[in-house]
């Protein structure tokens, strides 16, 4: 071991310093973020592998993850479907089948009659006995008794070149560096977290967290660990939480420092557009309303989430707050996740701001030629005072002569770094733009506090008055008949139908196809019904062609993809076919369903399911048949799958937890809000290493 120099600490201790790291595996741990020892100390296991004990065979169970050992009874070569070495082995309790699909001859040739081999692997059902497939294995002598490991066997996240093996080498080193004699200050690492703000917590020091995670004793609580609800685990995740969500509000007290754009004195101009809409602001829009125009009221740049089920009316909240900026002579952006929804925004923004003399403009990646020039050009001189679309509004070449707000609809499908990166998009000197978020998809407080805390929120928590709750029904696919039927009795009675085809596959192509099939297939059947078809793959003016055709009632039955997921709305729709609803997840499906039930009149959803379902999927679609409260059925889906699935991998991607669990760790977050308050106010320089220690430079949310 290089003794590290006088003014090091593990902080900045390079990595190299570690016996068998050169340049080359420098540079493969940096794929891993690991630059320094303390990064090699935080880089903590993923899971634990029991090896502490041989496991009798009689007493395993599929789904194990165990060590066995036995004798071999029989090797042989099978010549199935796919050819296959099978080695029985017993030990006296019960028997067990090693299953190998590559082998060479000299490993066959290892597999005597009689003789020991001790493996590790899951046990799986096979067909006469138990299986393992593809275990690690090694032949022993049966009648010596080898040791097995002392200590559960940690799991690195690791990666190509960078093995187990290494990895278990490292974190050795770097486990001595935090030492077990007199510390010097040159190998210190630092509690960031004084010891009396986590007393109440009754926790452990942080470097023997640290030691027990990595190298758990052998007497160590099996199952609390594997969970990771051991204490030691649970200190590490409440100081995992607490660096995000200190980076979050960090970027919140920066935003009441910065400066935006006064938005005041455009009232009368919102007064004129509400008394256009043929109906009444509910009382949560108004009060929201009210929210939003008295943040754009202030110096400072507002960020705030509005939170509202599917169907509330986020779009008339949004349409106030852009006319309030575009009233106080500044430019609005409104950014939505598709294509087919920015487009359907454009419509509604147009139809209603063009007769108040607003000029709307719409621009998407696929904006090409002259009416592309046209629309940057006018959002570069300022005479598009509102402009829609997608992600594309922010790249390079989009200026705006005067940006006052952003607003983002759906904000679930975008990450936490795309958000923050948009707050600088649109600066104008040292002035930044507001910044209104929506989301139909609730966040459980959890989430809220580690990916959200940035931002102020506010919910709209009622739906428009004479709504019905949507009726749905489970279906088998069995019954499609029956289910054809009642779309053509829908239709012809003059009201319209969505029938939604899902795939699993992300392919456009995929899905696209099936919902052509499907589409050819039902106007096969169902002569008298008008359909029209809606997937990824058409232009978007085929795609806006379509839309508008339905809206207008000039198509009864839209066949789709799952594009139509967010924010399509067609009021007198009434009826909904989801096909395969098992293959997505709740929030998607509610999204989906949220299509229908949008006039005064009542609709129902069919989820028309393959059988046979799985109990999973029994219980989820249950949960969606009963509940048709977005919070509710968000939290449900949230148990079933975790907030990753939820969320989708854009948003939970930017957070790669080491430890810390969202959902298992809910109970840590109230603690570490009132840390972070309390080191905030008393050790504010403490923040900013405690963040780069758990989130690293590059991910370090103040600094986008
Ligand atoms: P979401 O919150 O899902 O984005 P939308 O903004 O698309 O909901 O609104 C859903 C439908 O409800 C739209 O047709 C919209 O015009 C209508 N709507 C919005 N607010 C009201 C209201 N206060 N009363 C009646 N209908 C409303
Ligand atoms: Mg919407």
């Not at 042989?76 to 001859?105: C, K, M, P, Q, W």
Request: aromatic share 4%.
């Amino acid at each position: 071991m290089v003794s590290p120099g006088p003014s090091d600490n593990l902080e900045t201790l390079p990595v190299t310093v570690l016996k068998g790291v050169g340049p080359r595996m420098a540079g493969r741990l940096e794929r891993l973020q690991i630059r320094t020892v303390q990064d090699v100390l935080f880089h903590l296991p993923a899971r634990y592998e029991d090896r502490t004990r041989v496991m009798p065979l009689g007493s395993v169970r599929t789904g194990d993850h165990v060590v066995v050992q036995g004798e071999v009874d029989l090797a042989e070569v099978r010549f199935g479907r796919r050819r296959s070495l099978l080695v029985r082995i017993s030990d006296g309790t019960g028997a067990l089948t090693l299953r190998f699909f590559h082998f060479n001859a000299k490993q066959q040739a290892g597999f005597i009659r009689g003789a020991g081999i001790r493996c590790y692997g899951e046990v799986r059902s096979g067909t006469a006995t138990a299986e393992m497939i593809h275990p690690e294995y090694r032949i022993v002598d049966p009648e010596e008794t080898m040791p097995v490991e002392e200590h559960l066997t940690p799991v690195y996240p690791a990666t190509e070149g960078v093995h187990q093996l290494t990895l278990r080498a490292l974190t050795e080193q770097a486990l001595q560096y935090l030492g077990t004699g007199p510390q010097t200050a040159s190998t210190q690492l630092t509690d960031w977290l004084p010891a009396r703000l986590l007393t109440p917590f009754r926790m452990t020091s942080l470097s023997a967290a640290l030691r027990y995670v990595h190298r758990p004793p052998a007497n160590a609580p099996v199952d609390l660990l594997m969970e990771g609800r051991h204490p030691a685990q649970q200190r590490l995740a409440f100081e995992e939480l607490l660096a995000h969500h200190l980076s979050l509000r960090r970027v919140r007290l920066r935003a009441q420092h910065a400066r935006a754009p006064v938005l005041s004195g455009s009232q009368a101009l919102v007064d004129r557009f509400v008394a256009t809409l043929p109906f009444e602001l509910t009382a949560a829009q108004q009060r929201v309303n009210a929210e939003v125009s008295k943040d754009l009221e202030q110096p400072h740049p507002m960020a705030r989430l509005v939170q509202g089920d599917v169907g509330s009316g986020k779009t008339v909240v949004a349409a106030c707050a852009a006319l309030t900026c575009v009233g106080a002579g500044y430019q609005v952006a409104l950014m939505a996740p598709t294509e087919l929804l920015a487009e359907q925004h454009f419509r509604s923004f147009s139809d209603w701001l063009a007769p108040l003399g607003i000029n709307v403009v719409w621009h998407t990646g696929k904006s090409r030629g002259k009416v592309r020039g046209q629309v940057l050009e006018a959002i570069r001189d300022g005479s598009a005072e509102v402009a829609v679309g997608t992600h594309a509004l922010f790249q390079e070449e989009v200026e705006f002569a005067r940006a006052g707000l952003v607003i983002i609809d759906e904000q679930h499908r975008f990450g936490v770094h795309q958000r923050l990166a948009l707050r600088d998009k649109g600066r104008d000197g040292d002035l930044r733009p507001h910044q209104l978020v929506m989301t139909a998809t609730p966040i459980p407080r959890t989430l809220a506090m580690t990916i959200y805390a940035d931002l102020d929120t506010s919910l709209i928590d009622e739906l428009p008055p004479g709504r019905l709750p949507v009726k749905t029904v489970v279906i088998s696919q069995e019954r499609r008949e029956e289910v054809m039927q009642r779309v053509r009795n829908a239709c012809t009675a003059g009201q319209q139908a969505y029938w939604v085809c899902t795939l699993i596959e992300e392919s456009d192509v995929l899905q696209s196809q099936a919902a052509e099939k499907t589409a050819a297939f039902l106007a096969g059947t169902l002569p008298d019904v008008r359909i029209g078809l809606v997937h990824g793959r058409l232009k978007p003016a085929v795609k806006e062609t379509i839309m508008a055709a339905f809206k207008a009632g000039n198509i009864d039955l839209l066949v789709s993809t799952t594009v139509i997921e967010v924010g399509v709305d067609v009021p007198n729709a009434t009826l909904m076919i989801i096909e395969n609803p098992e293959r997505l997840g709740l929030a998607q499906l509610h999204q989906l369903r949220g299509r229908v039930g949008r006039g005064p009149r009542q609709s129902s959803c069919v989820l028309l399911y393959q059988p046979p379902l799985s109990d999973n999927a029994r219980d989820r679609l249950a949960a969606l048949r009963d509940n048709n409260d977005g919070f509710e059925i968000a939290r449900r889906d949230m148990e079933l799958r975790g907030p990753g699935e939820v969320l989708g991998t854009r948003q939970t991607g930017a957070i790669n937890f080491h430890i810390a669990d969202l959902l298992r760790d809910e109970s840590l977050l109230a603690g570490v809000e009132k840390v972070a308050v309390q080191l905030l106010a008393s050790n504010p320089e403490n923040v900013t290493p405690l963040i780069r220690r758990w989130l690293g430079v590059s991910a370090d949310y103040g600094e986008v």
